[in-house]
Every structure is written in C-alpha cells, then in structure tokens.
C-alpha cells in the first residue's frame, strides 16, 4: 500500500477518513464522501449497504464523532481502521495542496483514494489468523498465584515455625508478610489497570511506570532470578525423591549425583511441557493444583481421625486445648530461635505473586485478571497458612520420643515433664536430654505423619515444588523476551524472537533451561537461594515505588480504573521490601542492589531510544516547574550570576563552531537557548522549518545541551525581537544575546545591514548583554539551497564551505515512525584541547565585568584549561606600573586566578595612515554628500529617510572613535597574533549619532585580518562580578 508523501503536497480530499466497512461482509462501502447521508453512516458505524439515496441526509463533514480507533495503536482484523482529521484538515482551505505542518505522520497513515484497494481485498480474502490461547482470572492468574506460593516450607517448615514462635507469633508473621505482598499486590493491581497491559510482565509493568533504566535493570535480574528458581525448586523436588528413595534403600549412584539425575531429568520434562505451549503448560498447572488440594483435605481429615498409639508416641494427639494454649506461646531454640529468625524463613513461602503478572500477554483481560487473581490468592493462601498453623499446633506436642514403649507408668507419673503426661505419654527422658526426634519442634515431616494418609502429603510436595519450577520456567522467557524486544541491552535481541499464534520464546525457554540445567549440577543453591530471593524483593521494593512515584507526580496521565490503593502504603511497602532484604542476608542484599545500580548505570549511560511516558518524566516535569516558581520568590543576586545566552545560530547544524564556543562554557553552567528566525510569510512549510525536531535531533546527536527556538517574522530584526521578549521562562531567560558577525554586510543590502544594528540596540533597550563572534574562516556551513537559512546572522557566499561538509537532517516520514538520517557531524576548532596558548582579554572600557567573567568559565573546561589569561588595560606610560597594580588587585578581589595584566600606553597613539586610508574606502560606498545648492537641512531629512548613510557631520562626530577602532586592531595584530582566543570589549555605537554603516565598520574594522577568533563583549553595564560575600 503505498503512502502519501508529506512533501509532494497533499490534498484535502485525499486525507479525508476512510469509510467503515460493511459489518456484513467485509468490504468498503460504495460511495463517497461528497454523497448525501455521509455524516449519518459516520456515526451509526453498521452496515452502509442498506443506505440508499432515500436514506437519511445529514450534514457533509471531516469532524468525526469519538472512536477507539483514533486512540487504539493496533488494528482489528477484519476492519478498516480509522483515522481522526488532523487540525490542518479541519480549518484549511480545501483548495491548499501545502503539506499540512506537524501532521506528516497522521497524512502518512491514511490511504489515499483507492489506492491499495487490491491488496486491502487480499488481505480481506485470507483467513484470520489463529486465535492464542488465552486465559481467565482464575486460571490464568490466581491458581498459578496460589501454586507459586505454596512451596516447600509449607509441608516442611511451617509446623517448626510454629513450635519456635508459638501459633500467636507465627499469625503474626504470616500477616505481616501477607500484609507486604497484599500491599504490593495493590500497587501491582494499580499499575496493571493504568492502561493496556501486554506481554512482560512484571519488566512491562516496572519498564512503563519508572521508565527504561530502571525497568531494564529489574527485567534482566528478575528474569534470570526465574531461571534460578527453576533450579531451586527442581532440587527440592529432587532432593525429596532421593530421600524415598533412601528410605527404601534404593540409588543410582550416591546422594549428590541422585540429585542432579533427578534434577536434570525432571527439568527436561518441564521444558517439554512448556514448549508444547501454554495450553498444556496451564493444564499441568490445574493438575498439579488439584494435587494440592487433595494433599491439604488429606491433612485436614487426618487432624480429627483418633490418634493411634504409633501417632501419639510422636507427640500427635487430635484437637486439645491444653496443647493449643501451651503451643500459642512462643519457646526459642537454637541460634535461629527469633522472631526476625523465624520472619527471614517464613517470608519466602509468601512470594510468588506475580506469576499471574509474568503472564500479561497471555492473559484474556489482563486488567481484570492480574488485580482480581493476584488478590485472591493472597487471600486463600494466607488463610491456608493460617489453619494449617493453627491446626498443627492443636494437634501436635512440641517434643516427643516416637517410641511406643515411653508410656505414662504409676512410678513415673510424679517426675513425668510435657504435655503428653496428661495423656499417658512419658517423653520426659529426651526432652531433659534433647534428644527428642518427634514433635513439631523436632520432625520436618509432620504433616505427613498427622495426615490420614502420608503419601498424598509426599504428593502435595511434588505438586508444590513442580508447579513453582513450571511457573518459574514459563515467567523467564516470557519477561526476557519483552526486554529483548525492547532493546535496552545489546547481544540479547536474538532471543526475542517469538513462534506460532501465541508468540512463544523458544529460544528463551531453551535459554531458562541451560541456565537451570547448571544450577541444578552445581547442586549447592544455599549461597544463590538468598540472592535470588532479594531479587524478587527488588521486584516488589520497585512495584511499589512505581505506584507511590506515579500517584506523587499527580501526571493526569494516572488514572488506575483500580482504585484501592495507597500511595503512602505503597511507599511502606517499598521501604519494608527493602528492610527485609538486609534481615533475610545483609551480604546477599547487597549484591543485588549493586547489580540492580550497575544496569541502571549502564541505561543511563546508553540513554535508550524509547519514550513510555514514565512517572519518571511526570515528576522530571513536576520537580522543575517547582523550582522554576521557586526561583521567582528570590531576587536575583550577583553572586548567583550564570550568562544565559540566546544564540542566533539559526538551524544550528548550519553554524556549529558557535554553537560548540557557547557551549563551551555554558554546559552544566547556566541556559544555552539556540534561536533560529525564518523569514517569510507564515505558511506551513515556514512552521515546519521553525519548529523541526531535526534541530533538537542534531543538538542531542552533538551532546550539546541547549533548548532550541525557532520562529517566522517577516524580517530578522522583528523575529530576533520575539525572541529577546519571549525565550525563556521565568528567571530562567537568556540574558547575553551571542551572535556571529555579519562579514557579507557591505555585499549585502543596506536595510539588511541596518536591521543587524538594530538587532543590537534592541538588545541593548532590553538590558541584554551583547556577544559577537568572528572567526576567520567563518562561521556559516549552510548551503545556498537551504532557503530558510536567514543569512543576517553571519557570514555569507564567502563563508560557505570553508570547514566541512553541513550535516543534514533528513526527515523520513512513514506509517509508524519517523527516523532520522543524518551525516557526521563536522568538526570545529571549539572541540580541540587549546593546549597552552593564550586568551587574550582586552578590557579597555568596564561593562560590569562580563568580558572577564566569560574568559574565567572557559578555562574551567579541560579543553581550555592549560590556557595562560592575559589581560591588557590602557593606560599612560608615566604612571604604567600603578595601573597595573590596580588592575591586578582588583582582579584578585574577584578571585579569577588571573595573574597576567599588561597596560597598553600605545592605544591611545595615532593608526598608520594606510590603516585610516583603507577604513575611509570601506565606507566610501555608504557616504551621503549634500548638494550644496539645497542648503543645510536637506542633508539630515535624506538621513532619516536612510539612516544607514554616513554624511560628513557623522564622521567629524565620531572620528576619535573610529580612530580608536583602527589602532585597536593594530595592536591586536601586534600582540595576539598567536592567541587562542581573543575577547575585547565591543564598542558601542549611539543610536541616531552613528549610522548603522559605521558601527558595522567599526566592528568589522576592529577584528578583521586576525587568525584567532575574536569575541565582541559589551555587558549591559550591570555588576556581574563581586568581591563582597553577601
């Protein structure tokens, strides 16, 4: 299908939107936009083929009522999509065939007349593609919730848990846990409902809230800490076999090599089951979930059937009260025996909350889904957790022998110590001994031994440890090829690449199994497990800030459809997460933060190419209209002076040796603001030309920091005069207007080089300072094809292509993105490390100090910092020494570092007659002779009417000045020759006393025929400079 192009012109017509298709079968309705009833099928959106002439007539027009697809990013198969007008066709001439400005993207889109119709009718003929498997909330999210919650320490841990804290305590660790993953369940639900969510996962969910540099880093350790889980809880499961296998001494080869077989073995059936797709992945979910529940009855039924004499000899004795109220209080043992202690334990069994969310792009409704499953699950496994704590410590005493002959005798029932006395059990030996191998405090299995039947516990285990794994192994790829499409990171693109109707990462499940095929030999995961439980801590410390950053920056752009959160909960959560960290493994914590704090470095340090709308940039944008507000509250001080410059670089690709002097001393300082001034009438293609993003494509490509503005004006001066009124914002405007050197302006016309001067006053009526750099070689690359380069600023046909070849910015415009094409950027004598020469500083009249202030930031930077100042005063050979003296400590009062001060007598000495000479036949063009036969007022009435010509009284007028003009350059040529830089106090010129045309001699004059480059400086005769520290 072929696009319009934005810059062949376009007409209305053909950017109108398409017409809906018939709902009935498909195809484009007949008709066009001219025919009657075209606004009423607009808006009724069904079928158009039961409309006829005698239809209902409405009113023709391009205004379209609100549809999904002006806001959707994705097509319906099937439909035509539609497309809003843009504004251009609303309010524009019908007949205009310019290409709308801004909206090249939108024109772009849409087709134009019947263009394509064949391929669209191909496209129609095929079949739809499959439809992915897609899953609900509960099967999708909350089961597979519940499965990666329940684990190991569920059948294993909990009843010693219990026996340590007591049931009391223990609830309490159980809620406080439960209350960190419900809150950050919350933030996950907010986060999920703030718009479509797709496949990622948890990196989607972190990625599109705090933005790419911190999303990368958790997607990355996130994904590989799934992949090491695949391990941890394979070797669990394994390590389970391998004891039953032991108990009935039976083995392959010896305990560690059992394992890693099991291990290898099982993890290669989970690959098997996930590759065949998620639907089988799901159905092993729900058998593996019904394993559970089976293994959970088994333990409740066993809890109320009477206790045989076997059960009771290892402490279990039903539901007594007696044993509930002595379990209820807590009785610490060994160094673990803490509340902390038991919390780091238990706290691990309560992550897995975000195996639904790992899923996002799987799931039906994923808005609905993730906060609907995710909370249910928490809820039923707290409570699970909660009655199986409650029930064991009912049941079951904390010690017992588990020999059947250690009954209560007549002889003994005096001495007899524990709870088991009460029902004729005498475990009084081993507990004074310690050697008590039953009772909650002591045996791991009892659950199995409380059950009615203990295999189904055995079974309960082996369902609990796969599912983690086979969650684990389907979250990995899923999260790592989200990253991978992003490309955030290099060398891992390859394994974004998805198959079939569900888009499944095989190369990413293939890389999650390698990975925990080599956990799994390494067989000791008690160094990693708590690094990768700090990784999910991570995860869940980040969901929350996410969800507190978004709701502080108040960025209309937040609006969760779900609305039971808390900002202030979320931050607690982020700070508990984090807390929990440094109590499970101090050392583990700190590696992951220092992973987590190396990614995000080297994101930030790339910058990545993509724009999510982040929290991050709402609250970028919140922080700095704060301090801009701020900063209107406090008076401006001396001391607090930066120069703020608003350079007339025009595009500023077509001067860049000014724009890398300016920044040279304005990066990092103070606001560097690039004005460009389009001449003309304000048509579209001249608002394009101002406004182009290709300028600030360049200045980023260039690392200049600097804002750009461009506007249209019928002439330079009016258009430099918007911009001295309106840049800027607040106390944050330009201060110093730095310009280039207009070196063509005695080729150029007499009204462009009066319009130049009166850029100058302008800014000098508006207490700006003024700067004016000349270069030798000129500033201006710009070719003469580029039009809307105004060639007022500098230089001219002489000083085009003197460096390099411009770099171009060509826009390309298509369906779906704009990419920018540019050449190498040129290089200029601004970037080179000056080494050591000299800048040379003629303060000849005081401004307030900006032509030493400037000077000073320049050798701050390491490309001028070898440089030697030297600065030159005039003065009197008489009293030579003095000067110098004086100058030198003022100098120092300002505390410069400035050392060099040399007074110049000679200024003020006649030029050479050939010097006044060639100056006299440089404004010989520009002379105004008065007739003497029209008397003596007929000479100032035809210099109003030309104020740039010079009549005789003009230069009797300003003779000493023009004078002094020509012996400055002299000494220029005299003692700078070799400088680096020179920086001299620019003279000022008296509006309505001297002409335009001899202030620009003046200036020309004074800097021509010198090889370093020469700054103009005239501050606005305001202190910039203090000795004072108040």
Known sequence: ??????????????????????????????????????????????????????????????????????????????????????????????????????????????????????????????????????????????????????????????????????????????????????????????????????GGGTYFLISRSLGPELGGSIGLIFAFANAVAVSMHTVGFAETVQELMHENG??????????????????????????????????????????????FANYVVGTVIPASPQKQAKGFFSYKADIFAANFVPLWRGPEGSFFGMFSIFFPSATGILAGANISGDLKDPAVAIPRGTLMAIFWTTLSYLIIAATIGACVVRDASGLVNDTLSSSTSDDCVGLACHYGWDFTDCINNNTCAYGISNYYQTMSMVSGFAPLVTAGIFGATLSSALACLVSAPKVFQCLCKDNLYPLIGFFGKGYGKNDEPLRGYILTYIIAVCFILIAELNTIAPIISNFFLCSYALINFSCFHASITNSPGWRPSFRFYNKWASLLGAVVSVVIMFLLTWWAALIAIGIVLFLLGYALYKRPAVNWGSSVQAGSYNMALSYCVGLNLVEDHIKNYRPQCLVLTGPPSSRPALVDFVNSFTKGLSLMMCGNVVTGDSSPSAMETASSNSHVTWLNQRRVKSFYRGVVATDLRSGVNMLLQGAGLGRIRPNVLLMGFKKDWRRDTLQAAHNYIGTLHDAFDLQYGVCVLRMKEGLDLSSPSQSH???????????????????????????????????????????????????????????????????????????????????????????????????????????????????????????????????????????????????????????????????????????????????????LQDYSREAALIVITMPVGRRGVCPSTLYLAWLDFLSHDLRPPVLLVRGNQENVLTFYCQ
């Open 789 to 971: 380069v105004n060639p007022g600023f500098d230089g001219g046909p002489e000083s085009v292509n003197t460096i390099s070849a411009p770099a171009h910015v060509q826009t390309i415009t298509t369906s779906d993105h704009v990419s920018m094409a540019t050449e190498p950027q040129p290089g200029t004598v601004f970037q080179n490390k000056q080494g050591k020469k000299t800048i040379d500083v003629y303060w000849l009249s005081d401004d307030g100090g900006l032509t030493l202030l400037l000077p000073y930031l320049l050798t701050r930077r390491k490309r001028w910092a070898r440089c030697k100042v030297r600065v030159f005063v005039g003065g009197e050979t008489n009293s030579k020494e003095q000067q110098r003296e004086e100058v030198l400590a003022l100098i120092r009062k300002f505390r410069l570092g400035f050392h060099d001060v040399q007074v110049l007598p000679d200024i003020y000495l006649k030029p050479q007659p050939g010097n006044v000479h060639q100056f006299e036949n440089m404004l010989d063009p520009f002379r105004l002779e008065t007739n003497p036969k029209e008397g003596s007022d007929s000479g100032p009435q035809r210099g109003q009417e030309q104020p740039w010509m010079i009549t005789d009284q003009d230069l009797e007028r300003n003779r000493a000045k023009s004078l002094r003009q020509i012996r400055l350059n002299e000494v």
């Open 1 to 198: 299908m072929e696009l319009p192009v934005a810059s062949e012109g376009i007409h209305l017509a053909a950017l109108r939107p398409q017409l809906p298709l018939s709902v009935t079968n498909g195809k484009p309705a007949s008709g066009g936009f001219d025919e009657p009833g075209y606004y009423h099928r607009y808006i009724d959106g069904g079928s158009v083929a039961s409309l006829g002439p005698d239809g209902p007539v409405g009113y023709e027009t391009l205004d379209a009522p609100p549809h999904y697809d002006f806001y959707a990013n994705t097509e319906v198969w099937g439909r035509r999509r539609r497309f809003r007008p843009s504004l251009f066709q609303l309010h524009a001439n019908p007949e205009d065939s310019s290409p709308p400005p801004l909206y090249e993207e939108t024109a772009a889109r849409q087709t134009v007349g019947g263009e394509g119709s064949e391929e669209e009718e191909e496209e129609e003929g095929k079949e739809p593609p499959p439809e992915p498997t897609r899953f609900g909330w509960v099967q999708g999210v909350m089961i597979r919730c519940m499965l990666n919650i329940w684990g190991v320490i569920l059948y294993l841990r909990l009843p010693w848990i219990t026996a340590q804290a007591g049931i009391g305590l223990t609830w309490v660790i159980i809620l406080l846990s439960s209350c960190i993953t419900g809150i950050t369940g919350l933030s996950t639900s907010a986060i999920a409902t703030n718009g479509k969510v797709k």
């Open 250 to 295: 039976a083995a392959i080869v010896d305990p560690i090599n059992d394992i890693r077989i099991v291990g290898v073995i099982t993890v290669t059936c989970l690959l098997a089951i996930s590759l065949a797709g998620m639907e089988w992945e799901s159905k092993a979910q729900i058998l593996f979930f019904l394993v559970i529940m089976v293994s």
